[in-house]
T-cell receptor
Framework: GDSVTQMEGPVTLSEEAFLTINCTYT??????LFWYVQYPGEGLQLLLK?????DKGSNKGFEATYRKETTSFHLEKGSVQVSDSAVYFC????????????FGTGTRLKVLA | DVKVTQSSRYLVKRTGEKVFLECVQD?????MFWYRQDPGLGLRLIYF???????EKGDIPEGYSVSREKKERFSLILESASTNQTSMYLC???????????????FGSGTQLSVL
């Protein structure tokens, strides 16, 4: 069935380090892909998205490229800040037959000063 | 900005109680959703609604029901709370999109429910 797999956390980095959070998916058709972020005490909010193969989503210094050949949508940031500490969720939306969001299990990022 | 408001941030209930979780959105969105969030399991869809008085089961509807009498309000009901329903509950909404491929979900801040 359709699914999203992302790397387990927690991921602990020093400030200004490079970040990669891996995400791969299994889906029929051509899903849209998303990264959501959840800051402490808050609900999820959309970080970036890509709707077709080779699209690159970007926001707040984060980037992810929709790779159809490897069914991946890895999240990257060149230099993380303490304020990036949060839980990051990879997600896809299925639109064939029924409308449904599928979320990964989330990856907690902790950035140390 | 869209605002999705959940009535309580923390809630403590006893086993067997009937529990109501309320969610209100202020942007006239057609779609509303209830998820539960558990460590290691991510977000799991309980119920969703595409319109007033309409509801559809998600992946884990057992032990829950919902009500949508008005477009802006979507209530989650635990008929008889049990300890395994202790969780973070997240409400979300989104506008109607006939293609469904570009929809962004707007989330509330969540209700942490503890059932003792």
């Amino acid at each position: 069935g359709d699914s999203v797999t992302q790397m387990e956390g927690p991921v602990t980095l020093s400030e200004e380090a490079f970040l990669t959070i891996n995400c791969t998916y299994t889906a029929t058709g051509y899903p849209s892909l998303f990264w959501y972020v959840q800051y402490p005490g808050e609900g999820l909010q959309l970080l970036l998205k890509a709707t077709k193969a080779d699209d690159k989503g970007s926001n707040k210094g984060f980037e992810a490229t929709y790779r159809k050949e490897t069914t991946s949508f890895h999240l990257e940031k060149g230099s993380v800040q303490v304020s990036d500490s949060a839980v990051y969720f990879c997600a896809l939306i299925i639109t064939s037959g029924t409308y449904k969001y599928i979320f990964g299990t989330g990856t907690r990022l902790k950035v140390l000063a | 900005d869209v605002k999705v408001t959940q009535s309580s941030r923390y809630l403590v209930k006893r086993t067997g109680e009937k529990v109501f979780l309320e969610c209100v959105q202020d942007m006239d969105h057609e779609n509303m959703f209830w998820y539960r969030q558990d460590p290691g399991l991510g977000l799991r869809l309980i119920y969703f609604s595409y319109d007033v008085k309409m509801k559809e089961k998600g992946d884990i509807p057992e032990g829950y029901s919902v009500s949508r009498e008005k477009k802006e309000r979507f209530s989650l009901i635990l008929e008889s709370a049990s300890t395994n329903q202790t969780s973070m509950y997240l409400c979300a909404s989104s506008p109607y999109d006939i293609w469904g491929s570009n929809e962004k979900l707007f989330f509330g801040s969540g209700t942490q429910l503890s059932v003792l």
